[in-house]
């Protein structure tokens, strides 16, 4: 079943609706004697509540789920009792989705009657908090018909009929049926980017690193001794090779410097190629002089 | 060689054929399927009551071809393909359509892309009819049942009847194209005398015209006096529906053929409590209804696609890789047919075209917003930083509205991850300067070491200590 919102009720509808209201002097379709009783299989019927065309009910009326609502009514066209063609008992909830049941008349003595239990209704509707009952009359001819508004039910539910009204919604919208709408929006949820910790923190123990230089060369200069007094000896016996091969080996740590921060892996190999030899000739030179000044005893 | 000057003389005749075809449906059709109009239509009275209705399709430029029901000569293909665009079935007055217009060949039609207008009428709907109807989840009442409303009727040709239903125009719906609600006709209720039918709930169906609360069908012969077992009751009732298949061909039911007459088109209608005479929009609401199921309006087409990334300035258009985290632009290009022209093609208020950004699931679902109108077109723009996940991925757009054609375009892209030379350098990582520091003090200390053990001097007394090692 396509269940329909019926909210859309036309211009037209309400101009009859306001017309057969202002008008109702003049003649409509109507009834009287309107009773309402709930009563639940094999008790009898609490004290039936009485309403007309004019008065509704006033407190809405519990459906639970074994008892069944009884309205009867008496049709009437204008004054005497005739059957219109068209006798509906409307269930409708806030939203407007609607359901119909036609009331059984007896002839045109215009006795109505209609019966409203749980398992009349469908499942949208019976899931509301609260129905509202109207009753519709027309008929052909030039009497206007009418709908009156009676009164209101709220079906009562227990937690295990709920779950099986949710699934039966379910498949009488058709199971996994699709709508053509706007779907919601995602957004990607990036992962977290790693962090570092305080800069405050990194640069306590950078500076703890650095100063572990500064203690090193205490401790060589300082306190070990450590001096360059042999330099002008080195230089004098060997002028060249010296400065060669300590200059290579800075050499070498810029190629790693440069390697590190723009170079690729070839251009380092390079540039290691040329420095290289370099290093490799000049050390031993150096070297040797280094082993000269030993075996003089100088060292 | 004979036979292959033959050959080649043939498809030139048939290319010189297909041109001048092609020259012909620009130069007349305001449909998109083409000008050829089959209706099915019994007896010539009947044509002369339509006489409006097949007039104002003519002016609109469609080749009229009518054919009796049953005859044998119909035929809806030739050779296999189409030999009409669009169909119109009107209810025949005998009990059947004949043997060339079974369902299963008006089913084969719509798979091929021709558009029908189906018509049918209270007594005289075949079962052949409800059978097909059936077929497109379109429940049609038997024979017979018959559509009042005593509360919105026209006092002037159905007084005591109440079958002349007034019903009020589609109203605009700010979720949808509205097609069928134009706001520069003068009237705005539709008099309709006929029966309803009740939907599926497939999203390919969608209602036109909406039945009142308080009409109702009922079986004229059973319950003609008192309506004990009304078939379908107030707005689950659908007067006119449409159906857009998958390929974009359309069937639109109308529960009536009436209202397409002379005699509706000229009615003048007085409410019940009203005491004035209006016109109705039948004529209006009929050029709306043929537009629409013969492909007038609600045709959507996709004129370009671009994809690039935000911030390069010469970065190239869709481009088939990126890399996680680029940001990008998606652009799609919409036009849409609007009676004889390709116009800018605009989103309804509360409807959202959007952009999946997919790899099995959407990582990304995003409203395209239009940045640039042309004269025929509109463009609709999003931006946004790909994911971090490396993979195949798929720029989709999967816009399937009620009643315009279906836009699903999909474009797939790799994703790649970071190359090795495209991360965070460490010294912008303030976590590793500690380990820079580190390796500075071993180069340092490394460097200093060599310089004192080329040039250091040993001192006296330290001396003994140094050589016993």
Redesign the interface.
């Known amino acids: 079943m396509r269940l329909t919102i019926a909210s859309d009720m036309s211009f037209w509808t309400f101009l009859a609706l306001s017309f057969s209201t202002l008008a109702a002097a003049a003649g409509t379709w109507t009834f009287e004697n309107g009773k309402a009783s709930v009563s639940a299989k094999g008790s009898p019927s609490t004290e039936s509540m009485s309403f007309s065309a004019t008065k509704p009910l006033t407190s809405p009326l519990t459906l639970s789920a074994r008892e069944t609502l009884r309205l009867t009514f008496t049709l009437k066209d204008d004054a005497k009792t005739a059957r219109p063609h068209q006798a509906f008992l409307l269930v409708s909830d806030d939203t407007g989705l609607e359901t119909f049941f036609p009331l059984s008349v007896k002839g045109e003595s215009g006795k109505a009657k209609v019966e409203l239990s749980h398992k009349d209704l469908p499942a949208h509707l019976l899931s509301a908090d609260k129905l509202s009952l109207s009753i519709a009359l027309g008929s052909f001819g030039s009497t206007p018909g009418s709908i009156v508004k009676i009164g209101t039910v709220q079906p009562a539910l227990d937690a295990a009929a709920k779950v099986l009204l949710e699934q039966q919604k379910v498949k009488d919208l058709g199971e996994g049926a699709i709508v053509y709408k706007a779907k919601t929006y995602i957004q990607h949820t990036f992962r977290e980017d790693p962090t570092s910790p305080p800069v405050a923190i990194t640069l306590v123990f950078t500076a703890a690193v650095l100063t572990s230089l500064l203690g090193l060369f205490i401790a060589w200069f300082g306190i070990l001794g450590a001096n360059l007094n042999h330099l002008p000896k080195a230089l004098g016996s060997a002028p060249i090779s010296h400065p060669l091969f300590f200059g290579s080996l800075v050499a070498l740590e810029g190629i790693f410097f440069m390697y590190y921060t723009q170079w690729n892996l070839f251009q380092t190999l390079g540039a290691m190629g040329v420095v290289g030899p370099i290093s490799l000739f000049s050390g031993s030179r150096a070297l040797r002089e280094v082993r000269a000044r030993r075996e003089r005893g100088e060292r | 060689m004979r036979f292959a000057t033959n050959r080649a003389m043939t498809s030139r005749l048939y290319t010189i054929a297909c041109a001048f075809g092609l020259f012909a449906s620009l130069a007349s059709a305001a449909s998109l399927t083409g000008p050829r109009l089959l209706v099915v239509l019994e007896g010539q009275d009947e044509k002369a009551n339509y006489s409006q209705f097949f007039g104002d399709l003519e002016e609109r430029g469609y080749q009229l071809k009518f054919e009796s029901p049953k005859s044998e000569s119909l035929s809806l293909f030739t050779h296999g393909e189409r030999e009409y665009d669009n169909v119109i079935l009107f209810p025949p007055k005998s009990k059947g359509y004949g043997p060339n217009l079974t369902p299963q060949l008006l089913l084969q039609f719509a798979n091929q892309a021709g558009n029908l207008l189906l018509l049918t009428s209270p007594s005289s709907t075949p079962e052949q009819t409800r059978e097909f109807a059936r077929e497109l989840e379109i429940s049609l009442p038997p024979r017979d049942f018959s559509l009042?409303d005593?509360?919105?009727y026209d006092t002037l040709s159905a007084?005591?009847?109440?079958d002349v239903v007034?019903?009020?125009r589609p109203?605009a719906s700010s979720?949808t194209q509205n097609y069928f609600s134009d706001s520069d006709s003068k009237s705005d209720?539709i008099a309709f005398r006929g029966v309803g039918h009740?939907?599926?709930?497939?999203?390919l169906l969608n209602?036109i015209l909406?039945a009142?609360?308080?009409s109702?069908a009922?079986d004229t012969k059973e319950d003609a006096?008192?309506?004990?077992?009304?078939w379908s009751?107030?707005?689950?009732l659908h007067l006119v529906s449409a159906l857009q298949a998958r390929n974009n061909a359309r069937i639109t039911v109308s529960g009536s053929a009436e209202i397409f007459s002379d005699e509706f088109f000229g009615m003048k209608v007085k409410?019940?409590?009203?005491n004035k005479k209006v016109e109705v929009a039948n004529r209006v609401f009929a050029k709306e209804v043929t537009g629409w199921t013969f492909k007038e309006t609600g045709v959507v087409k996709v004129v370009g696609i671009r994809h690039y990334l935000t911030s390069g300035v010469d970065a190239p258009i869709n481009p088939s890789m990126y890399r996680i985290?680029n940001h990008v632009t998606f652009e799609i290009e919409l036009s849409e047919y609007s009676n004889d022209q390709w116009n800018p093609y605009l989103v309804p208020s509360d409807?959202?075209l959007?952009l999946?950004?997919t790899m099995l699931d959407?990582?990304?679902?995003?409203?395209l917003l239009p940045s640039t109108f042309s004269l025929n077109s509109t463009t609709f723009t999003t931006s946004?930083?790909i994911?971090?996940q490396h993979g195949v991925f798929a720029f989709r757009v999967n816009y399937?509205?009620?009643f315009i054609t279906n836009v699903d375009e999909k474009y797939t892209v790799t994703v790649r991850h970071f190359a090795h030379d495209e991360y965070t350098r460490s010294w912008d990582?303030?976590?590793?300067?500690?380990w820079m520091?580190?390796i500075?003090?071993t180069?340092?200390?490394?460097?200093?070491f060599?310089?004192?053990?080329?040039?250091?001097?040993?001192?006296a007394g330290?001396s003994k200590g140094k050589k016993s090692q």
């Open positions: 009042v005593h509360f919105n007084p005591s009847k109440h007034l019903v009020p109203k979720s209720v009740t939907l599926g709930n497939g999203p209602p909406t009142g609360r308080t109702y009922y006096t008192y309506a004990e077992d009304p009751v107030g707005s689950q409410a019940q409590g009203s985290k409807d959202a959007q999946e950004f959407p990582y990304y679902r995003l409203p946004f930083k994911p971090d399937k509205r009620p990582i303030s976590g590793a300067w500690v520091a580190g500075a003090v180069v340092a200390g490394w460097v200093a060599c310089a004192v053990w080329l040039w250091s001097a040993p001192v330290k």
